[in-house]
């Protein structure tokens, strides 16, 4: 097991809504990337953090944003939620450089 | 951007025949090779990695080859076990570059009968 852990576990939210999921990376990963899952598709990256600043982001709308913090801890917040929003988000961490690690993921459901 | 095309989608084997995934990426600047075993409900794992420097990575049952001409790389699996069974994801990164965003092929499902 990774030292990658996510919360929560599962939510469901309505169309509309706001979110705000979390991830807490392994100590001394300075690196964080979060990524969409929808069922039976590969992982999508959103963005990536690198000690507490945007550095890289994908194809996904301004309404995805996110914030690292110093104790390896990060957020992925979405508005407006839109039904396409359900999904598994994964974070990933890294000590720096190209390895990543991933934690277990939040299954979103947007109703 | 990068595309990673990713085949079969699903494999089926007898425990204890070899296994191989197959995958291609489309930017040549691409450099840094992983790839993820994912059961059902649970975290992707990495399993191996391959660096463009390098044309072959093993590690007991496990290897991977890379061809950068043809910008292809495969996953091989020997002497399968059921507990294999997994959905395999390849992804591709510019290593060394501003940021290490990983591009995901679509996934294998493997499933080893016993």
């Known amino acids: 097991e990774t030292g990658v852990t996510q919360s929560p576990t599962h939510l469901i939210k309505t169309r509309g809504q706001q979110v705000t999921l979390r991830c807490s990376s392994q100590?001394?990963?300075?690196?964080v990337s979060w990524y969409q899952q929808a069922l039976g598709q590969g992982p999508q990256f959103i963005f990536q953090?690198?000690?507490?600043?945007?550095?890289g982001r994908g194809n996904f709308p301004p309404r995805f944003s996110g914030l690292q913090f110093p104790n390896y801890s990060s957020e992925l917040n979405v508005n407006a939620l839109e039904l396409d929003d359900s999904a598994l988000y994964l974070c990933?961490?890294?000590?720096?450089?190209?390895?990543?690690?991933f934690g277990p993921g939040t299954r979103l459901t947007v109703l | 951007g990068e595309n990673v095309e990713q085949h079969p989608s699903t494999l089926s084997v007898q425990e204890g025949d070899s296994a191989v995934i197959k995958c291609t990426y489309s930017?040549?600047?691409?450099?840094?090779f992983p790839w993820y075993k994912q059961e059902l409900g649970k975290r992707p794992q990495l399993i191996i990695d391959?660096?463009?420097?390098?044309g072959e990575k093993k590690d007991q049952r496990i290897a991977v080859t890379l061809n950068k001409t043809a910008k292809h790389f495969s996953l091989h699996i020997t002497e399968t076990q059921p507990e294999d069974s997994a959905v395999y994801f390849c992804?591709?990164?510019?290593?060394?570059?501003?940021?290490?965003?990983?591009?995901f092929g679509k996934g294998t499902l493997l499933t080893v009968n016993p």
């Open positions: 992804a591709a990164s510019k290593s060394g570059g501003s940021n290490y965003k990983l591009t």
């Open positions: 100590s001394g990963h300075n690196t």
């Open positions: 953090y690198y000690r507490e600043e945007e550095n």
């Open positions: 990933a961490s890294s000590p720096g450089g190209d390895t990543q690690y």
């Open positions: 930017d040549s600047a691409s450099n840094y």
């Open positions: 391959i660096r463009s420097n390098v």
